[in-house]
């Protein structure tokens, strides 16, 4: 089991920017896959960004241009940089980590004011 601690959340303008990051306990080699999800009231939760280990990341259509997903291995930490955000970001973030299972963070909000 890997447990997940988010970070960085809070309350921005729009156009602003935030860097979300999610720390890792245990060994972050043992990762496969980690993701970025958000959740906003009465919607499903979504994905954001994923980085598979040695591999290219992908982005929701929303996101692409705007996020970045990156990974410090040496940090056993990954990071979501945000830029250009908007109000409809506003969401709470989660990170997971899939090894052969998936554990979840316990969320962090954003929320962009217009």
């Known amino acids: 089991q890997v447990q997940l601690v988010e970070s960085g959340g809070g309350l921005v303008q729009a156009g602003g920017s935030l860097t979300l990051s999610c720390a890792a306990s245990?060994?972050?080699?043992?990762?496969?896959?980690m993701d970025w999800y958000r959740q906003s009231p009465g919607k499903e939760r979504e994905l954001v960004a994923g980085l598979t280990r040695g591999g290219s990341p992908n982005y929701a259509d929303s996101v692409k241009g705007r996020f970045t997903i990156s990974r410090d291995n040496a940090k056993n930490t990954v990071y979501l940089q945000m830029n250009s955000l908007r109000p409809e970001d506003t969401a709470v973030y989660y990170c997971?980590?899939?090894?052969?299972?998936?554990?979840w963070g316990q969320g962090t909000q954003v929320t962009v004011s217009s």
């Open positions: 997971a980590a899939t090894t052969w299972r998936t554990d």
């Open positions: 245990g060994s972050f080699r043992s990762i496969n896959r």
